[in-house]
């Protein structure tokens, strides 16, 4: 009997616990992670589920009806293989987490007490800069109403991280400030620049920030996309480093804006402080024009092609047919460099989980910022948890 892989065990371990049902000349094969049921042809070998889609080879469920037609011979299998685990270092996942807000306050004040006031020169004296800044950033951080932070920000005080405490009316005005909007976007490069020691292979999505806690952007995207036209979002599209989780670039923009304008944007704003050697990113960016521009900058890329995609046609350049017949001929090693492109929804779970998916600001300009706010939170706490488990210094 030929080895078994993981794919052939799932296989056999649904064809003996999971109803397969013939209909229509297609098996009928239920999905183990949701109510999905995927048609198997078993004569030509093909799936509807999207390991088959992607990969063009034999998926679990074309094993299943293998293993139930007899045109495979049974192991000794008994459960469903488990995933590969990746362990976490507990030592210094626990040190950076019982230190990171007191770390994360010291970093927020140096980053911010060195801004510059802009010059007035009438009306009532403005509160300094950097102070609003920290302010912003840190209520963010803390997830609590304005009003209810209003004792973080005493405490902040006190310590010294900031010369003045503002009211929490000035905290909501600065929220909605096109001037926060440069210096948050300058943050978000300042603190991804120190791991460009350890980040060389990048990956580039987009998500979906809530405006209304009615429903998810998840739910909205892939269960009822109509949803998607009666709700207000707002995307975030991000370069993420697929080593520390940092995000090197972003942009922020309403729900209308396609993923594809933004693919060049962001990965040139991450090669201003970052040696790019690899990009990976799902097929909404695939293009002649951003095959062209990585071939261009040395950077190699794993952009996944469309069912339709005519590498032949006049309007595909040289470089795209090449990268189409590398991902039409090299599909085991292209998935392989591809997967990494999965951290960046490990990213955009840990914004989320940790600093929330819902927008709470009224404004457009103030809503931006809070998710600006939020992505320089994450990078901040993404420099704690590398410095103790790499040991560098900031």
């Given amino acids: 009997m030929e080895q078994i892989d993981r794919r052939q065990a799932k296989g056999q371990f649904i064809a003996k616990h999971s109803e397969i049902t013939l209909k229509a000349g297609h098996h009928l094969v239920p999905s183990q992670s949701s109510s999905t049921v995927y048609k198997v042809d078993s004569t030509n070998y093909t799936c ?3 390991d088959y889609t992607f990969n063009k080879q034999k998926c679990k469920h074309i094993y299943a009806v293998e293993f139930r037609q007899n045109r495979r011979e049974w192991a000794d299998v008994t459960e469903m293989p488990e995933a590969p685990k990746y362990t976490q270092n507990w030592r210094t996942y626990n040190k950076s987490q019982v230190t990171e807000k ?49 004792t973080d920000l005493q405490f ?8 003045e405490c503002p009211h929490y009316n000035s905290v909501i005005r600065a929220m909605a400030s096109p001037a926060i909007t440069e210096l948050l976007e300058s943050l978000v490069e300042v603190t991804s620049k120190p791991l460009a020691a350890l980040e060389s292979n990048f990956a580039v999505d987009s998500t979906g920030m809530s405006i209304s806690n009615a429903v998810s952007w998840h739910r ?49 704003a991450t090669r201003k402080n970052f040696n790019i050697k690899e990009v990976s990113a799902d097929k909404a960016y695939s293009s002649a024009a951003h095959a062209k521009y990585t071939e261009m900058h040395g950077i190699d890329s794993f952009i996944p092609f469309k069912e ?11 470089v795209f047919a090449r ?10 090693e292209f998935v392989q ?5 999965s951290n960046v929804e490990t990213t955009f779970h840990m914004v989320k989980s940790k600093f929330g ?25 993404c420099l704690i948890q590398t410095i103790d488990e790499f040991g560098i210094e900031i």
């Fill in 308 to 318: 339709n995609t005519n590498a032949s046609s006049p309007q595909s350049s040289g």
């Fill in 220 to 268: 909205a995207k892939h269960q009822d996309p109509a949803m998607l036209k009666r709700k207000n979002w707002l995307k975030i599209h991000c370069c993420v480093g697929t080593h520390t989780n940092v995000i090197t670039a972003v942009e922020v923009t309403d729900k209308r804006s396609h993923d594809h304008l933004h693919f060049i944007p962001v990965v040139e």
């Fill in 323 to 332: 990268m189409f017949h590398y991902f039409s001929l090299n599909r085991a």
């Fill in 337 to 341: 460099r591809y997967n990494m492109r």
């Fill in 48 to 50: 509807t589920c999207p």
């Fill in 102 to 150: 007191a770390r994360f306050l010291s970093m927020l004040s140096d980053l911010t007490r060195e801004i510059d006031d802009p010059e007035q020169t009438n009306g009532r004296p403005t509160l300094p800069l950097g102070d609003m800044l920290f302010s912003v950033i840190f209520k963010v951080y803390s997830q609590m109403s304005t009003r209810r932070f209003t």
């Fill in 357 to 381: 998916g819902l927008l709470k600001s009224k404004t457009f300009e103030a809503q931006k910022n809070e998710a600006l706010c939020k992505v320089v939170c994450h990078n901040i706490c």
């Fill in 156 to 163: 902040a005080h006190a310590q010294g991280l900031i010369t």
